[in-house]
Nanobody
Framework: QVQLVESGGGLVQAGGSLRLSCAASGFTISTYAMIWYRQAPGKERELVAAISSTGGITNYADSVKGRFTISKDNAKNRVYLQMNTLKPEDTAVYYC?????????????WGQGTQVTVSS
C-alpha cells in the first residue's frame, strides 16, 4: 500500500525550530521528486520547498528561503523539512507530495498533513 506519512509538527514559539519528516512506504522515493506544501486556514495551498529525485536540486518559496531546508534520505525512504526561525505566518498544515513523471503515466502521492502552529 502506497503511503506518505508526515510527522514532526506541533506548537512552537516564534523563533523556534521544527523538523518535519515524511516517511514513504509501498514505493521508493529515490526516483521521485518530493515537495512540501502548506495550507493555512482561509488561504490557498503554497509550495514551500521541493527537491529533485537525486537531491541535487532544491527550490524554496521566497517566504522561507534562508530559514527552511529540504533534504532527502533515499536509504531511509524519507524526506525532511528543517524549519528554523519560525514565524507566526508559518502556521499551517504541512503536506508532502511525491511525484514521478514517466512517458507512460504520472505517479502522484500525498500525505495527510501535519499541523504546525507558531505562537507569537
Amino acid at each position: 500500500q502506497v503511503q506518505l506519512v508526515e510527522s514532526g509538527g506541533g506548537l512552537v514559539q516564534a523563533g523556534g525550530s521544527l523538523r518535519l519528516s515524511c516517511a514513504a512506504s509501498g514505493f521508493t522515493i529515490s526516483t521521485y521528486a518530493m515537495i512540501w506544501y502548506r495550507q493555512a486556514p482561509g488561504k490557498e495551498r503554497e509550495l514551500v520547498a521541493a527537491i529533485s529525485s537525486t537531491g541535487g536540486i532544491t527550490n524554496y518559496a521566497d517566504s522561507v528561503k534562508g530559514r527552511f531546508t529540504i533534504s532527502k534520505d533515499n536509504a531511509k525512504n524519507r524526506v525532511y523539512l528543517q524549519m528554523n526561525t519560525l514565524k507566526p505566518e508559518d502556521t499551517a498544515v504541512y503536506y508532502c507530495e511525491a511525484i514521478l513523471r514517466t512517458t507512460a503515466r504520472d505517479y502522484d502521492y500525498w500525505g495527510q498533513g501535519t499541523q504546525v502552529t507558531v505562537s507569537s
